[in-house]
């Protein structure tokens, strides 16, 4: 299974961003898929995750309402929609897999910096 982000960049504050995560080599039924986000000195942390076969979202708070995650079946893709970015959602963004019988994700992408400055 490989995992591809892209679409990370350098935006101002209340900018917007759309990542990209595209997927091959597995069908993604009965998988969830994630967005993680890594800053300095912190561990990587969970940011959202949606339902492939249905599509229900989850967020974490401080994303909650700012961010919105989507999927494109026929494309095998993955958004995350980013508006009003701030200065703190500055980091390495991964796109991650995880099959419903599994507690954790298994399968990750590289990475995709973002990075919130004026």
């Known amino acids: 299974v490989q995992l591809v982000e892209s679409g990370g960049g350098v935006v101002q504050p209340g900018g917007s961003l759309r990542l990209t995560c595209t997927v091959s080599?597995?069908?993604?039924?009965?998988?969830?898929m994630g967005w993680f986000r890594q800053t300095p000195g912190r561990e990587r942390e969970w940011i959202s995750h949606?339902?492939?076969?249905?599509?229900?979202?989850n967020y974490e708070d401080s994303v909650q309402g700012r961010f919105t995650m989507s999927r494109d079946k026929d494309k095998n893709t993955v958004y995350l929609q980013m508006n009003s970015l701030k200065p703190e959602d500055t980091g390495v963004y991964y796109c991650?897999?995880?099959?419903?019988?599994?507690?954790?994700?298994?399968?990750w992408g590289q990475g995709t910096q973002v990075t919130v400055s004026s």
């Open positions: 949606i339902n492939w076969s249905f599509g229900n979202t």
């Open positions: 080599g597995r069908d993604l039924v009965n998988y969830l």
């Open positions: 991650a897999a995880r099959w419903f019988g599994s507690t954790d994700f298994d399968y």
